[in-house]
């Protein structure tokens, strides 16, 4: 799979499960979600981590924004398991 390709398959499937998790009827991810999810796919974050993320963040987030500290504190833990 190219690396385009992969990057895609990376923003839908972060995008598919936040709305999943949090039963988000939005049809369309937000250009600002879209560059949040993109960005954490240029830095080479395992997939699972970010799901990680998105499950561990408390309330009922609106935007995928909002999901952005508990993913960074799992990107944390990830960059320490892999030093």
Known sequence: MEEL???????????????????????????????????WAMLGVPLATVLRGIDETAGEPRTLMACERAVSENVARWQKAMA
């Open 5 to 39: 390709e992969q990057r895609s398959h990376f923003v839908a499937t972060v995008w598919d499960a936040f709305c999943s998790r949090y039963r988000i009827e939005r049809l369309s991810i937000r250009p600002d979600e879209y560059e949040l999810a993109r960005r």
